[in-house]
């Protein structure tokens, strides 16, 4: 079994360069509302995402999708 599990490991940068890596940047807006004992008349808040990702095709219709984002969330504490 690990011989196995290694000589997969071994072959998938091969397979994986052969392929058509893509890559995806994404941006979007948050909206957080926090209702909790403590915190009274709460609002929403708006913050934004803005990163990308990595398309890696495995097998076929199978993707490995790395990503890196960066997350801005508002929050205030009456």
Same mark, same amino acid.
């Given at each position: 079994? @690990?011989?196995? !599990?290694?000589?997969?490991?071994? %072959?998938?940068?091969?397979? /994986?360069?052969?392929? @058509?890596?893509? !890559?995806?940047?994404?941006?979007? %807006?948050?909206?957080?509302? /926090?209702?909790?004992?403590e915190i009274k008349g709460s609002s929403n808040k708006l913050g934004f995402k803005a990163g990308g990702i990595v398309n890696v095709p495995l097998?076929?219709?199978?993707?490995?999708?790395?990503?890196?984002?960066?997350?801005?969330?508002?929050?205030?504490?009456?």
């Amino acid at each position: 079994m @690990k011989n196995y !599990f290694f000589t997969l490991l071994f %072959m998938l940068p091969f397979v /994986v360069t052969a392929q @058509k890596i893509t !890559f995806a940047p994404e941006i979007g %807006m948050n909206i957080s509302n /926090v209702h909790t004992d403590e915190i009274k008349g709460s609002s929403n808040k708006l913050g934004f995402k803005a990163g990308g990702i990595v398309n890696v095709p495995l097998y076929h219709d199978f993707y490995l999708q790395p990503g890196l984002f960066f997350l801005k969330k508002e929050h205030k504490k009456h």
